[in-house]
Each structure stands twice: as C-alpha cells, then as structure tokens.
C-alpha cells in the first residue's frame, strides 16, 4: 500500500540526469597493468630478487642463533636404574633436569638439565655439577 501511494506523490527520476553527471563510464582500449608497467618502466630481474630472499633466509637465521635457547647434556645411559638415580640427584639439587629417549637407537636415555634461555644459567647450572666426578657434561642449543 505504500508503495502505491509512494508513486502517486513522489515523481520517479530520468536516468538522464544521471548521464549528466560527467562520470566517464568508457571502457579502455589497453589493460589497465600494461599501462602501469609502461608507467614504472622498472624490469623484473629473477637473480636479484633470488638474491634478495637468500638474504632475507640469512637474516632470519642469524636472528634465530640469537634467540636460541640452552640444555646441559649431562649423560648418556642403558641403563635405566642408573639413569633414574642420576635423574634423582640433581632434582634433589633442584636442577630442572629432564629425560629423552634416544630414537635411533634401542634402550639409549639422555639426561639434559635445562632448558634455559640465556647460555649464562645454563653455565651455572653446569657449576652447580662439577663436583659430581660421574657426569661429563657440556652445553648444547635446544632444539
């Protein structure tokens, strides 16, 4: 109902006065991309670009050994026994100390104390041992 009485009241408008607006609605002869390489005239060179994300890889690399963190490799064991009391000293020395099963090889544990992400507290954490003459342990990154 009110759009009947809407179209009594209100006088509909001409599409021309759209037209009259100046709004160029052509469609253009080239591509719009080819006019815009033609406009920056810069070529695309494969070897620098390629060197440009090898650099990138480089950067992003160096800012990763930055940013690595650190484990103490204590020992490698067979047996399970010695590796749990081993385990059990230095948590009794409050080490965050840890174990990890040795894929490539059967019945082979790792005792790791870490991880810690300044090589510092790794170091002390390596003091904290040296009196313990059953260990030879050295400091690693963490992966």
Known sequence: MFFIVSSIFIKPQSFSTY????ID???PEEPIRENAEKQNNIPF???????AIEEQEKESISNMDLLS????????YKDKEALMADFM???ERGLKAYIQYKENQENRFILYIGPT??????QENLA?????IQFS???????
């Open 19 to 22: 037209f009259d607006l100046g």
């Open 25 to 27: 609605a052509t469609i």
């Open 45 to 51: 060179n494969i070897d620098i670009f390629n060197a």
């Open 69 to 76: 963190s650190w484990t103490v490799v204590v020992e490698e």
């Open 89 to 91: 000293i230095l948590k």
């Open 117 to 122: 992400i300044d090589r510092e507290d790794s």
């Open 128 to 132: 904290k041992i040296s009196d313990l």
């Open 137 to 143: 342990p050295k400091i690693i990154p963490y992966d």
